[in-house]
Nanobody, 124 residues
């Protein structure tokens, strides 16, 4: 069974950091671009960051540039999202998704497989 599982979410104070992980099972991520998306209550889902299958290409939403870093370890079949300098407006459920193909694209309509999401809450 093809599955993506996110972990690493939680409650953090403004200015704090979290590292999210997205682990794949049942398939190898080597040939997949991976995206991180988030959805806050009452808001549409938005692309946060995405990375090409080789890890050489990345994209970020303007709202997270300079604060978030996406990376991947294909040997571990896992993609990460390091989130620093977190703000209350980063509060959302974060999802990872896989798109068969080499190029990063943060258009969620292109993604084939989705995880169940992990909650990130930034609050004092």
């Amino acid at each position: 069974q093809l599955q993506l599982v996110e972990s690493g979410g939680g409650l953090v104070q403004p200015g704090g950091s979290l590292r999210l992980s997205c682990a794949a099972s049942g398939f190898t991520l080597d040939y997949y671009a991976i995206g991180w998306f988030r959805q806050a209550p009452g808001k549409a889902r938005e692309g946060v960051s995405c990375i090409g299958s080789s890890g050489g290409s990345t994209k970020y939403a303007d709202s997270v540039k300079g604060r978030f870093t996406i990376s991947r370890d294909n040997a571990k079949n896992t993609v990460y999202l390091q989130m620093n300098s977190l703000k209350p407006e980063d509060t959302a459920v974060y999802y990872c998704a896989a798109d068969l193909g080499p190029l990063p694209n943060c258009n969620d309509a292109l993604y084939d497989y989705w995880g169940q999401g992990t909650q990130v809450t930034v609050s004092s």
